[in-house]
């Protein structure tokens, strides 16, 4: 082969620019003590990377949540523990002073020893963790225990701040006897608004996480997934699943629909967007129940979205809507179910006897999503709920960490009524009753018994946390040394390289440096 | 025969290797001029004289002077220019989206979208908390910034693409004009001695400098031009006639590249290869798929951050409020913000599942982090964007490796195109010696026949 100059020179310069930045590039790694300093250095690595950290930042939220939840069983274990102790001497005092030798006058003073006890028992039943009431269950606007017992109560009713309805005008009452055994928050929630023959609502009876509870099983959001062709979509919801025993059909009349708990004026309000994207909107209300079919709401889902689409339901109670439309198909739809307002006003929230009244000043109408609540108080010493309080303490993995007032105090969710049975020893101490007296011995045992239940409750979280703390932990090592091992740079195995590059980057220099003096010109003298 | 011929003689052969001592100097002078052929002069022997039986040939004459070039090797050049345009185009392009979206450093959505769980995490555990709403909103701030800022990045590469497009049509419309220019000098010059060695190389290199720009294909003609042609078959140059390109901006806000003849059509699916084509794909293909990426991830955030919001009661106990609101579809990482009612009062912040206020909204939020909702069901929000910035890793791995390798062949070109038609100092310098010995011997040839004019006179003194 001809060699010829430039070929010469552009080998050598070509093979030192390749030195050069294959030098920087470890330079660059070593400097920054990172193998990937960009996702095209390893994009599997980057990629890796990026979810590790996202790993290790939800951990540290998990880690977080299981530190406060630590503080708060920790602080829920001391006070049953000293509650324990009240109710030793508690009993103390009642073995002593159910005996013969007991006279009104140590009666009385014991008495007095007793109203101490619950004093105290109420002020550690009533104590907080930060601003929250540990035996509240969720509730936290009023203290949990209170000194005397009431009867069962339905409290006002109260309307959200934002709602359209207008606010502290009194156009809603609570009425009604509260047949209920456990503290309970109603809740409505107003769906078509308007006026108030007009307007639809939905309840809750346990403060808005389960809308209609288990009578109207409509009402959920149909969420949509995606067909497989663009101009496809299916809807899905959850209708109840049977019809008297068989499949439900367009054809199915709503009244056959077990557990769908439809009635006349039933209405679904449907609101979507169609294939285009415009935003669509209708409404069907079930005129008569027992002649109406699910064919009415397909036909008016139909109507609603327009000619190209087409509504249909298997026996699984999934509605599917497909449009014919070629082209992107932004189709999606909520159908949300609803009971119509009752002529006066006055809506019945489940079986237990708890009735709101809307009273609408003329020209004054409800808005859509307005809500209106109302405490139910099962009577008793206990104000607070039954709810659980959890936070997530790793991967879709939630812990309860309270124990609610009712399971350690109240005979509605523990055996005895811890309050009650205080305040009637103390009763038999002060009427002199022997009999009362040591017929309170028994309800102490087992108070004493629901509080080591209590305790041993708080006992099993805390192993529980433990347990997510420890492989927290664990997964925690693992993804750092994973992050490691994708990420940091090996500085031995650099330096190594390096030195080598190093070696070639000299030798490249040191033949650039002769190239030109190997050429017939030297030797031609004159 | 005579003797005075023999002046003549010596005087050819003086000028024959003057001129090849001409041709030499002009090699080694062109020595780093790029495109240049190195020329080699043809002698030829003439005149002869006979004698009896025989004859003898006593002259010489330059016959040529020779472009030495490999027509094979400079079209295969012309045409890896074409790859190289183009691997080297669409690394650069490749590395900017790679610097705007990369993601492992930290601090980029990934680390807001975290940090934005996280606040949803905190706030479960004090749902009353105004410290806590208003961390989240300030997270939920910086995460709509990272994603506008990251989609106003992606806009900003793809409007320097329009300003890049057009400034690479420009260049290959004036290419263009030079190698017609070149071709009319050509036909010019046919026949004559001229300088048509130098034309054609000019000729050559443009033609490579046009490769670089745009996929094209070149003919030679009988009468010694070029026609450069699309792959399409739309003529970009025929002979001594050309036909500009001119850019139109498109609907989407990019660029179009069409040909000056009266069709309606944009030559755009056309243009693969050169430059011009990696820019018509990073605008046209590339820089759409991330923008259609950010804007998925947008939305998906959006509605089921929504949709879980929605069905949330905030202090004051309502419900039915978006978390983010968009105000233009068309645009949504661009556009999305929290919504309105929420950053006036962080109090709307919709933390609880029922009226007596709890923070159980909050966590189900925090749990959309776990949710599989991109690619159908199978990814998180989080690794659908690892997934998005391994993409563009791996495209910028695989042009940079692409762009390697169409250097390495280019230079393999280059050294035997070097190697056929470069010139080499010693050669040259070898053939100086050798013309400086010829043009020596001729002139010693004149001053023999010079003595024997003299000793021709003394005989007839």
């Known amino acids: 082969m001809r060699i010829t100059d430039n070929m010469r020179f552009n080998t050598t310069v070509n093979n030192l620019f390749y030195t050069q930045s294959q030098y920087n590039d470890l330079m660059e790694k070593m400097v920054s003590l990172k193998k990937v300093n960009r996702a095209s250095d390893d994009p599997i690595a980057a990629t890796k990377i990026i979810d590790i950290r996202q790993g290790i930042a939800a951990n540290g939220q998990y880690r977080r949540n299981i530190a406060d939840c630590d503080t708060w069983i920790s602080m829920t274990e001391s006070k049953l523990s000293s509650a324990y102790d009240l109710l030793v001497k508690a009993r103390q005092i009642a073995v002593g002073q159910a005996t013969g030798t007991a006279n009104t006058t140590t009666r009385k003073i014991a008495s007095q020893d007793v109203q101490s006890l619950i004093d105290e028992m109420t002020s550690l039943a009533n104590s907080k963790s930060g601003n929250r009431y540990l035996f509240s269950?969720?509730?936290?606007?009023?203290?949990?225990?209170?000194?005397?017992?009431?009867?069962?109560?339905?409290?006002?009713?109260?309307?959200?701040?934002?709602?359209?309805?207008?606010?502290?005008?009194?156009n809603v009452v609570s009425s009604g006897n509260y047949t209920g055994t456990v503290n309970k928050t109603y809740a409505v929630k107003i769906i078509k608004g308007g006026a108030l023959a007009a307007a639809t609502y939905q309840f809750s009876s346990d403060g808005g996480r389960i809308w209609n509870g288990p009578d109207l099983n409509f009402g959920t959001i149909f969420t949509e997934t995606e067909g497989s062709g663009t101009e496809k979509r299916v809807l899905q919801g959850s209708v109840a699943n049977t019809a008297g025993g068989s499949a439900?059909?367009?054809?199915?009349?709503?009244?056959?629909?077990?557990?769908?708990?439809?009635?006349?004026?039933?209405?679904?309000?449907?609101?979507?967007?169609?294939?285009?994207?415009?935003?669509?909107?209708?409404?069907?209300?079930?005129?008569?129940?027992?002649?109406?079919?699910?064919?009415?709401?397909?036909?008016?889902?139909?109507?609603?979205?327009?000619s190209t689409v087409t509504a249909t339901i298997d026996a699984t109670g999934k509605i599917t809507v497909e449009d014919t439309t070629a082209g992107e198909s932004q189709l999606e739809m909520i159908l949300t179910g609803s009971l119509p307002m009752p002529a006066?006003?006055?809506?019945?929230?489940?079986?237990?006897?708890?009735?709101?009244?809307?009273g609408a000043p003329a020209g004054e109408t409800f808005g859509e999503n307005d809500i209106f609540y109302v405490n139910a108080n099962a009577g008793g010493y206990y104000q607070?709920?039954?709810?659980?309080?959890?936070?997530?303490?790793?991967?879709?993995?939630?812990?309860?960490?309270?124990?609610?007032?009712?399971?350690?105090?109240?005979?509605?969710?523990?055996?005895v009524d811890i309050f009650k049975t205080l305040n009637d020893l103390k009763k038999a101490l002060e009427d002199n009753d022997g009999q009362g007296i040591s017929g309170q011995l028994e309800n102490l045992k087992s108070a004493q018994d629901q509080i080591i239940l209590n305790q041993s409750l708080c006992g099993t979280k805390a192993n529980h946390s433990e347990l997510a703390k420890n492989s927290l932990d664990n997964l925690d090592e693992k993804l750092t040394s994973l992050l490691s091992q994708a990420q940091d740079a090996d500085l031995v195995e650099y330096t190594t390289r390096l030195s080598m590059k190093q070696v070639a980057l000299q030798a490249s220099y040191s033949v650039a440096a002769e190239i030109g003096n190997t050429t017939i010109l030297n030797f031609l003298t004159k | 025969m005579s003797i005075s011929s023999l002046l003549f003689t010596s005087r050819d052969a003086l000028i024959s290797n003057q001129m090849a001592i001409d041709v030499t100097g002009g090699n080694i002078a062109n020595v780093n001029t790029p495109g240049y052929s190195r020329q080699r002069t043809d002698l030829k022997s003439v005149g002869n004289v006979n004698v009896t039986g025989a004859s003898a040939q006593i002259g010489v004459a330059v016959s040529r002077i020779e472009r030495i070039y490999d027509r094979f090797i400079e079209s295969q050049i012309i045409d890896q220019q074409q790859n190289?345009?183009?691997?080297?185009?669409?690394?650069?392009?490749?590395?900017?989206?790679?610097?705007?979206?990369?993601?492992?450093?930290?601090?980029?959505?990934?680390?807001?979208?975290?940090?934005?769980?996280?606040?949803?995490?905190?706030?479960?555990?004090?749902?009353?908390?105004?410290v806590e709403r208003s961390a989240l909103l300030s997270t939920a701030e910086n995460l709509t910034g990272s994603l506008a800022s990251y989609k106003r990045n992606l806009d900003a590469i793809k409007t320097d693409l329009n300003r890049n497009i057009e400034d690479t049509v420009i260049q290959i419309n004036e290419k263009v004009i030079e190698i017609k220019d070149l071709n009319k000098r050509i036909i010019e010059t046919?026949?004559?001695?001229?300088?048509?060695?130098?034309?054609?190389?000019?000729?050559?290199?443009?033609?490579?400098?046009?490769?670089?720009?745009?996929n094209i294909r070149q003919f030679e003609n009988a009468n010694g031009t070029v026609n450069a042609y699309l792959s399409n078959g739309e003529t970009l140059l025929q002979g001594t006639q050309e036909q500009a390109l001119s850019v139109q901006t498109n609907a989407d806000g990019g660029c179009d590249v069409y040909s000056s003849n009266l069709s309606d059509d944009s030559v755009n699916s056309s243009l693969t290869r050169g430059k011009l084509g990696a820019l018509i794909e990073l605008q046209g293909r590339i820089i759409p798929e991330y923008i259609h990426y950010i804007e998925t991830f947008t939305q998906s955030l959006a509605d089921r951050v929504n949709e879980l919001h929605r069905e949330g009661f905030d202090a004051y106990n309502n419900t039915g409020v978006d978390f983010f609101t968009i105000p233009?579809?068309?645009?949504?990482?661009?556009?999305?913000?929290?919504?309105?009612l929420i950053v006036a009062d962080v109090n709307r912040i919709a933390v609880s599942t029922s009226v007596i206020g709890n923070g159980e909204n909050a966590s189900n939020i925090n749990?959309?982090?776990?949710?599989?909702?991109?690619?159908?069901?199978?990814?998180?929000?989080?690794?659908?964007?690892?997934?998005?910035?391994?993409q563009i890793g791996q495209q910028v791995s695989m042009a940079k490796t692409n762009s390697d390798r169409q250097t390495v062949i280019a230079n393999h070109l280059d050294n035997q195109r070097e190697s056929v038609s470069g010139i080499s100092i010693d050669e040259e310098m070898i053939r100086l010696i050798k013309y400086q010995m010829g043009y020596n011997a001729a002139g010693k040839l004149v001053s023999v026949v010079d003595e024997m004019l003299d000793t021709l006179m003394a005989l007839v003194k």
């Open chain 1, 384 to 415: 607070g709920n039954n709810d659980r309080l959890s936070l997530t303490i790793s991967r879709g993995m939630d812990m309860a960490y309270n124990i609610t007032g009712a399971e350690a105090f109240t005979a509605s969710g523990g055996s």
């Open chain 2, 84 to 130: 190289t345009g183009y691997s080297d185009a669409l690394l650069q392009g490749l590395q900017n989206i790679e610097v705007m979206i990369d993601e492992t450093q930290g601090g980029g959505i990934s680390d807001q979208l975290s940090k934005f769980w996280s606040s949803w995490g905190d706030l479960a555990k004090n749902p009353g908390g105004i």
């Open chain 1, 248 to 306: 439900i059909t367009a054809a199915t009349v709503w009244d056959t629909i077990a557990g769908a708990g439809v009635q006349d004026g039933t209405t679904f309000t449907i609101a979507g967007k169609n294939h285009d994207g415009t935003a669509v909107s209708g409404s069907y209300t079930i005129a008569d129940a027992s002649t109406g079919t699910v064919n009415d709401l397909l036909s008016q889902i139909e109507t609603t979205f327009g």
């Open chain 2, 367 to 390: 749990a959309i982090e776990n949710e599989l909702l991109m690619n159908s069901g199978t990814s998180t929000l989080s690794s659908f964007l690892a997934a998005t910035v391994g």
């Open chain 1, 137 to 170: 269950g969720s509730r936290n606007d009023i203290e949990p225990f209170s000194t005397v017992p009431s009867a069962a109560t339905i409290e006002q009713a109260q309307e959200s701040k934002g709602n359209t309805f207008p606010v502290g005008q009194g």
């Open chain 1, 344 to 358: 006066g006003g006055t809506v019945d929230l489940g079986s237990d006897g708890v009735k709101l009244t809307f």
């Open chain 2, 190 to 214: 046919a026949g004559e001695n001229g300088d048509k060695n130098g034309l054609l190389d000019k000729r050559t290199q443009a033609l490579k400098e046009l490769g670089a720009l745009i």
């Open chain 2, 328 to 340: 233009d579809e068309e645009n949504r990482a661009g556009t999305i913000q929290v919504n309105s």
